[in-house]
Each structure stands twice: as structure tokens, then as C-alpha cells.
């Protein structure tokens, strides 16, 4: 196969959508040797095929602000792949919210939910709607205008969306509720539910504790010891903070964090007391980070409007906020400072240029669909506990997790072990996320 034909052709078709090609480009460049040894694949066009998302669903979203007046956002489901399951995927509620973007992320979640072993076919959902300062019913109103439009294109064994970025478990309350009225029926189409309600016992925690369970793997290749690592991360939302939990238990040092106002770094480390002091992990409450640099300008420094990436010296950094957040400036500058390795918490955090920089300088790197899948894990689980009408204990869904991440770890080894020994963990679950879709695909005949 010829990468840069297929890649022309497909940049020609969606000239805006520079996240989506970014994404397809990635995973077309790793598995193209594999791709060429199964003829049968390309007889039936097999690839563009799992390129192109099976369907997309847009929408107006019309609703009333707290004023009166009325407002309108776009929304949209991103339906890409169903051969290994019912479509699965967040949802994602932030002003940059585009179709590049959801279409980037449900290609990326087909892999992703493949590598999970569990049956989740991909897709990602969302809205250019900022939650950012609406009234909690505002929000309330939001979310039932949008399920009022997204609601029949859903179902347990048809499509099941979760949150993401500005989406945690108040909205998927509120959208679950809509759900519920609209289709009078209950039943496990929402995840990331509620404990009351269906949802999983850690599956809040599962994105973060998932994402250091798979670089303990990782470390492991190396017999490298997480206890006393610097650890910088990004972001301060869901995942960002469950990865700072998890790593302070483990007697890691945490030493950033970010949100869209800057970054703050700690150089000695932020003690668990100080954490709990900004972030209420159990009501998700969140203060701005810089108020922690305010309260504490002893022990850290706060950067307006920027990343933490060259500002922090960190043995490893846990990327956790959004897409391409780390550049190759970026990847050089924690290089420079000792990084030894990289495990993606948010999707596509890394820039094509950036994870060029890591693996030519050999550190170890986990994309995001490998490293953060623990997320989607848990909710495949929180769909089969729903199918079963009960629920898990947390210890069980936790052995789950850690189980499923040391799988996930195995078969990025299983594909990505190059010559000299080098994991190539982009090459390695690029491609066992693919075999899995496209045998499948390829089972079911061209559809
Ligand atoms: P949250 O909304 O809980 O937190 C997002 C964090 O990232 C916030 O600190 C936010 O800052 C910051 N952020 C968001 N957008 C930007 C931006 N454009 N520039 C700078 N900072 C930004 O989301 P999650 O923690 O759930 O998601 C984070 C990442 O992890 C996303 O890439 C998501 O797709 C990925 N992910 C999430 C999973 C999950 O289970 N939640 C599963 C797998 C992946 P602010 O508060 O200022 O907006
Ligand atoms: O649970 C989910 O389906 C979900 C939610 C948010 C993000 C992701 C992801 O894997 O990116 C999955």
C-alpha cells in the first residue's frame, strides 16, 4: 500500500479536518506492512473502509439561557466503526469541539476499545457548548436538548456515550434522565452513571489508575522502580487528578499540573494534604490551579497561558488535558531534562513531531489509546454489570482493570518489538487494535 497516496487522497476529501488526518495518518504509517500481507483486506477495500466513520449524526441544539434568551450550539455523534460491538464512545462539551476533532476521536477510540478485549466498536459525541460558567440548570437544560435530538440514534446494543472533556457524571445524570423520559425504557445506555443508578464502582478512578497501572508495565520492560520518579502532568480535570492519586500512593513525586488559564509546577512535589486542598476528589469540586500557586508561592510557580513542558524537570510525564499539547519544542525540553518516559492520559496529546523526538531518542512512550484505555474498560464493565442487574465490588472491577491494562501492555509487546528490542507502543497497538476490526470487518462482508 502506498501511506502518502491514501493519505493525499483522504486529506483531498476532508481538506478541514487537519485532528482527523493527523489520526488516520498515524495508524495508516504503522500497519501498512501488516495491511500488505492480508491481499484478501485490500480486495475488499478494507481500509478506507475502517478510515471513514460509518455514519455522522449533526444537529442544532437549541436551549434557554438563565436570561431568557435563546441559544444556539452544534451537536454531533460520530458513529465510526460496529464490528466488534455496539458504537461506544464520550462525549465531549468544550467551545473547540469541531467535526475534525470528534471524527480524530472516534477513529482513535475503534482502536482503542479493540485493544480493550472487551465488544465496543468506537465512536465520540459532543458539542461546541462551553460549559464554563452556565448555571447547573443551564447545563440541565443543555443536556436535554441535546439527547432530545441525539436520543433515537442510541441504545444498550446500538450506541453508548459517556463523558469526556467538560462531561462528567452531573451531565451524564442529566443526559441519562432525558434518555430514560424520551425513550421510557431503563437500561445501561448511558456510562459513567451515577453509583445510585447503574453506574461502576472505579469507573471515575479508571482512566487515571488504568494509566499508571500501564506505565508500571512499561517500567517494568526496563526494571525502572516508579517510587521516587518525578512525574509531571497536564490538565486538572478527571484524568489528570485520579493519575496524581493513584502516583501518590505509590510514593511517586507529582510535580505539575495545568488548565487552559496555565500550569503550575512544584519541583519538590505536591504533598497528598496540598492536593486535597485544591481537588475534592469525591465531589469532583476543582479549584483553578492558580489559586494553589497563589496560597503556595513558596513551593511552586504558576505560568499564565502556558505548558508545563519546559518548565518542569520530571522523570516522566503523564500528558492529560487534550489534544496536541505537547510539541516537539516541548518533547525536546523534557528530553533535555532527564525524561525517561512518556504514558498519554489524554488522546492525541503528543504531536506527530513530539513522539518522533521520543522514540528516536528511545524513551518509552504509550499512546493514548493504549495507556488510557482503562477508561473505556470500565465501562464496557459498567455495561455488563448493567446487563447482569448487579454490580462489582470495587476490588473486582480494580483486578479487572489491572488485568486488562497488562493485557493491553502485552500485545503493544506481541506487535511492537522491533529488531533491537525497542517497543514501538504506537506500532504495537496500532496493530492489534487493527487485526481485531478488520478480521471482523472482513467476516461480515462489505457493508
Ligand atoms: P475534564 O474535563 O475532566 O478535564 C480536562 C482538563 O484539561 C481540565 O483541566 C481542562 O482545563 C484541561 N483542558 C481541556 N481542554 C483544554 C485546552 N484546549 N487547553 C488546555 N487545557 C485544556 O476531562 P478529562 O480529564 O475527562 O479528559 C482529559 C483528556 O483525557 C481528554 O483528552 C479525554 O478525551 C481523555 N480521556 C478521558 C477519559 C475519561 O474517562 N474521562 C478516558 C480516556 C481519555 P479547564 O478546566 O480550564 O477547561
Ligand atoms: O467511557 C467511555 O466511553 C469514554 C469516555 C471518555 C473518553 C473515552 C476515551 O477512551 O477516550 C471513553
Redo the contacts with the bound molecule.
Keep these: 500500500m502506498n501511506v502518502q497516496e491514501f493519505i493525499d487522497d483522504l486529506r483531498s476529501r476532508f481538506p478541514h479536518e487537519p485532528e482527523y488526518i493527523q489520526a488516520v495518518e498515524e495508524v495508516v504509517s504503522t500497519i501498512g506492512d501488516v495491511y500488505d500481507r492480508y491481499p484478501a483486506f485490500k480486495n475488499v477495500n478494507l481500509l478506507e473502509r475502517l478510515c471513514i466513520p460509518d455514519r455522522i449524526i449533526s444537529f442544532r441544539v437549541s436551549w434557554v439561557d438563565d436570561k431568557g434568551r435563546v441559544r444556539n450550539n452544534m451537536g454531533y455523534r460520530v458513529q465510526h466503526n460496529n464490528a466488534i460491538g455496539p458504537y461506544k464512545g464520550?462525549i465531549?462539551f468544550?467551545s473547540?469541539v469541531n467535526l475534525s476533532i470528534l471524527k480524530f476521536?472516534a477513529f482513535e477510540q475503534t482502536f482503542k476499545n479493540s485493544l480493550t478485549t472487551l465488544s465496543m466498536g468506537g465512536a465520540k459525541g459532543g458539542s461546541d457548548f462551553s460549559p464554563?460558567g452556565k448555571s447547573d440548570m443551564e447545563i440541565m437544560r443543555f443536556c436535554q436538548a441535546f439527547i432530545t435530538e441525539l436520543w433515537r440514534q442510541l441504545g444498550p446494543d446500538m450506541d453508548v456515550p459517556?463523558?469526556?472533556?467538560?462531561?462528567?457524571a452531573r451531565e451524564v445524570g442529566y443526559m441519562f434522565g432525558w434518555y430514560k423520559k424520551m425513550t421510557r425504557e431503563y437500561n445501561g445506555t448511558f456510562t459513567?452513571k451515577g453509583l445510585d443508578f447503574g453506574g461502576s464502582l472505579i469507573r471515575p478512578e479508571?482512566?487515571g489508575y488504568g494509566n499508571v497501572y500501564f506505565l508500571l508495565n512499561m517500567l517494568a520492560t526496563r526494571g525502572i522502580d516508579l517510587a521516587g520518579k518525578k512525574v509531571a502532568i497536564?490538565?486538572?480535570?478527571?484524568?489528570?487528578l485520579y493519575t496524581a492519586e493513584k502516583l501518590l500512593s505509590l510514593g511517586a513525586k507529582v510535580v505539575s499540573f495545568?488548565?487552559?488559564?496555565g500550569s503550575i509546577v512544584v519541583p519538590e512535589g505536591i504533598t497528598k494534604e496540598q492536593f486535597d486542598e485544591i481537588f475534592d476528589l469525591k465531589t469532583m469540586y476543582?479549584g483553578?490551579i492558580s489559586e494553589f500557586a497563589e496560597k503556595h508561592p513558596d513551593i511552586c510557580t504558576y505560568y499564565p497561558r502556558e505548558r508545563p513542558w519546559r518548565h518542569v524537570q520530571a522523570d516522566i510525564a503523564m500528558p492529560?488535558?487534550?489534544?496536541n499539547?505537547l510539541d516537539g519544542e516541548d518533547a525536546r525540553a523534557l528530553l533535555a531534562n532527564g525524561c525517561i518516559a512518556v504514558s498519554e492520559?489524554?488522546?492525541m496529546?503528543s504531536t506527530p513531531e513530539a513522539i518522533r523526538e521520543f522514540q528516536n531518542a528511545r524513551i518509552l512512550y504509550a499512546p493514548?489509546k493504549a495507556a488510557?484505555?482503562?477508561?473505556?474498560s470500565v465501562s464496557g464493565l459498567e455495561m455488563a454489570q448493567n446487563s447482569q442487574k448487579l454490580s462489582w465490588t470495587a476490588e473486582e472491577v480494580d483486578a479487572r482493570l489491572k488485568g486488562i491494562m497488562a493485557d493491553i501492555h502485552e500485545q503493544c509487546v506481541k506487535y511492537g518489538t522491533a529488531p533491537d528490542g525497542y517497543i514501538d507502543y504506537v506500532r504495537g497497538a496500532n496493530t492489534a487494535g487493527f487485526l481485531k476490526v478488520a478480521r471482523a470487518m472482513y467476516a461480515q462482508g462489505v457493508l
Aim: without cysteine; aromatic residues 0%.
Design positions: 464520550g465531549r468544550h473547540s476521536l464554563r459517556a463523558g469526556d472533556i467538560g462531561v462528567g459513567g479508571a482512566t497536564s490538565g486538572s480535570g478527571n484524568v489528570a495545568s488548565d487552559s488559564d476543582r483553578r492529560s488535558a487534550t489534544q499539547e492520559g489524554a488522546n496529546p493514548g488510557n484505555a482503562g477508561g473505556v
